[in-house]
């Protein structure tokens, strides 16, 4: 008998769609008996055809400013472009959409999907969520979960989907599916008498708002799918990572942008491609292959006593009890590396262990508090824990280890259940007019102390990888294209640039793009540009970037009009750039309302996207006759002059 089937496509950029679809499609066939046939959703057309299914549930992120990401960037473009308002008339489906809510584009390619299902004749059986990054994604994902079993079951029995099962089996698997009773494993552990987490003070080992009667519900365990092994061998080359996505660079320069006693050392880089055809344009990302730090890998090492291990090398293949569907072997890693090797170049170490992470820990600890504790940080119950002490902290798996030291996971585990290692990326800042052999780009160097439960003073995974790599060595990389952060067709459109601190990077782009265009095209006069840069840095003195070259596109009158903000210097007057924008409220409200400007703003989301918005809202207001300012500012994202290029 085929079991009761349902596709599940995803589209994700970082692989937390993917990690999602995946644990959902082990829920389905472990505790439902269902099978999820799972695909990304660029595979429309080779894997699954929408005209075939009946049953859709879609698990997409948002990348860019609200675009699709890279592998669902195709089914987007499909589903926006068809005509026929009854192609998916057959279907039932859901979305479960991530995505952040600093985005003014929350959810946005989910959003736009579940709308378009719907319009082409789609029906929902479940209410699509959204799920925010920015506060946790398990805070929307688990309570939609629990409702999303019982109503996909519900949908399968109506719509008799499996052509396969004959009417006798068919009974025989709506018996299977119970409908009313959801399986919710649950645990109540007895501390010992002596639980040695027991402390005055909340913290990741203890907290006061569970009791130690609480009855726990935790996540369904994962199984393997994968059978690793290590083997002693001489043959194991650990080389540079390839992939034939990337292309091959060089690093040519490193130099550091601000003063000694900047508080924020900030680091400028040129790349030097080793292809003539390698092409990107201002206003474009690069993305850059890193790698974990040395010491880190090692204390990881340690930590689960393999480092005697570290050489020999990995021989992953599918198990033989494997029952999952969707299982594969990881691209990611080598067919032949050593252990040393994935853990330095394939696998991420850094991020939070999920839950389903933490779960499967439970089983390899020995010590009953330090179980039970793993228990409430990855139960629903302890959702708020799990997110204070270790989401917002940014506790990594060897953070984890050092707090829980009689958990011992096998090597199977963590290469199985870890992320792949992904690539960084960051907005280019030099214009390919200069020289298309030069890619220049800027990076803060952050520093997190070993505090808040963090047991080791650590760096940002690739910046720190970047300030250590010598000159000469090769780097693999990848033009982000920016679908809509870009230069306007028409010069004298006026452009509202807003980058404090490295958020700077695409404008000097900018900058030296319409630069060097005034010399090289016949017609371009400087005179007709309306470029508005502003700026935001700590001290002008300690950490202005890009100072020099901003003050020489001033006095080439290729930037018209330059404010900086300064969040550090006592009886400066302008704080941060919204400081300066509402100082000039009166004429960018001009420029926006009466002559069509484009607001760029590009940086760090924790720190301004917000602040920005809400005061380009204000100044319109009070200087124009707008009366829905919410609508108005939808209006300006919608038709791309509001555009953003932020990260977090
Ligand atoms: C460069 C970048 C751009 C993003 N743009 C958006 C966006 O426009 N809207 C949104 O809601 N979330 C946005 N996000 C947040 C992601 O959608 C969110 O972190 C999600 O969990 C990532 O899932 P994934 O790993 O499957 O891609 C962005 C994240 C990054 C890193």
Avoid at 175 to 186: A, D, G, R, W
Avoid at 446 to 451: I, V
Avoid at 527 to 543: A, E, I, K, S, V
Wanted: aromatic share 8%.
């Amino acid at each position: 008998m085929k079991r009761w089937r349902f596709l599940l496509g995803f589209g994700s950029e970082t692989g937390q769609s993917k990690a999602i679809a995946q644990g959902m499609g082990d829920i389905a066939s472990e505790q439902h008996q269902i099978c999820a046939d799972i695909f990304e959703l660029d595979e429309v057309d080779k894997q699954f055809k929408l005209e075939e299914e009946s049953i859709m549930v879609i698990v997409t992120s948002s990348t860019g400013d609200g675009e699709p990401p890279g592998n669902a960037s195709k089914f987007w473009r499909k589903i926006r472009r068809e005509k026929n308002s009854k192609l998916l008339s057959h279907m039932k489906y859901t979305v479960l959409g991530l995505g952040d809510t600093n985005y003014s584009t929350f959810c946005n390619c989910g959003r736009v999907l579940d709308r378009r299902f719907e319009e082409l004749g789609a029906t929902r059986f479940y209410p699509s969520a959204w799920a925010d990054d920015a506060v946790g994604l398990d805070l929307t994902i688990e309570p939609w979960l629990q409702g999303f079993w019982p109503a996909l079951k519900e949908t399968l029995t109506k719509l008799n989907t499996s052509t396969e099962t004959s009417i006798n089996n068919l009974t025989e698997s709506i018996n299977q599916l119970n409908l009313t009773q959801e399986i919710k494993p649950t645990v109540n552990r007895q501390l010992s008498s002596s639980n040695k987490f027991k402390s005055n003070q909340d913290n990741i080992t203890y907290s006061s708002n569970l009791s130690e009667m609480t009855t726990l519900t935790l996540p369904p365990k994962s199984t393997h799918s994968l059978s690793i092994k290590l083997i002693e061998s001489s043959e194991v080359k650990d080389h540079l990572p390839t992939d034939p996505h990337y292309h091959v660079s060089t690093l040519i320069r490193r130099e550091c942008l601000t003063h000694d006693t900047a508080i924020k050392p900030v680091m400028s880089i040129e790349l030097e491609p080793s292809e003539e055809e390698f092409l990107f344009e201002v206003g474009d990302a690069i993305k850059i292959v890193c790698a974990n730090d040395e010491n880190e890998v090692n204390l990881l090492l340690k930590r689960l006593e393999w480092m005697d291990r570290a050489s020999h090398q990995l021989d992953i293949c599918i198990s033989p009890d494997n029952t999952k569907k969707s299982a594969k072997i990881p691209t990611y890693i080598p067919s032949m590396c050593s252990l040393r090797y994935a853990l330095t170049n394939c696998i991420d170490i850094r991020s939070s262990p999920r839950k389903n992470l933490l779960r499967l820990f439970v089983d390899c600890t020995t010590d009953e508090d330090e179980k039970r504790r793993l228990e409430e940080l990855c139960s629903r119950e302890g959702s708020d824990i799990y997110i204070k002490y270790i989401l917002e902290e940014h506790l990594s798996i060897l953070d984890i280890l050092n707090h829980f030291p009689s958990c011992k996971p096998d090597i199977a585990m963590l290469i199985e259940f870890l992320p792949p290692l992904i690539p960084r990326f960051y907005s280019i800042c030099s214009s390919p007019l200069d020289d298309v052999r030069s890619i220049k780009f800027v990076y803060s160097v952050l520093k997190f102390d070993a505090l808040n439960g963090r047991t080791y003073e650590r760096f940002g995974v690739c910046t720190n990888w970047l300030n250590k790599i010598t000159i000469g060595t090769k780097i693999l990389i990848q033009t982000r294209i920016s679908q809509h952060f870009r230069l306007p067709l028409t010069l004298d459109t006026p452009l509202i640039m807003i980058g404090p601190g490295t958020g700077v990077a695409p404008f000097i782009g900018f900058l030296e793009h319409l630069y060097l265009s005034s010399k090289s095209i016949a017609g371009f006069d400087v005179n007709n540009l309306h470029t508005w840069l502003f700026y935001g840095c700590r001290h002008r003195q300690h950490d202005f970037l890009f100072e020099e070259q901003i003050q020489m596109y001033q006095q080439i009158n290729v930037l018209k009009h330059l404010f900086v903000a300064a969040s550090r210097e006592e009886d400066y007057p302008f704080r941060y750039v919204q400081d300066q924008i509402k100082a000039n409220g009166h004429e960018l409200a001009n420029l926006i309302y009466n002559r069509n400007a484009i607001i760029y703003v590009c940086g760090d989301i924790k720190t301004m996207v917000r602040d920005v918005r809400e005061t380009i809202a204000h100044i319109l207001k009070e200087n124009s006759d707008i009366t829905n300012i919410d609508e108005y500012m939808k209006s300006l994202e919608t038709s791309r002059r509001y555009l953003l290029d932020i990260w977090s």
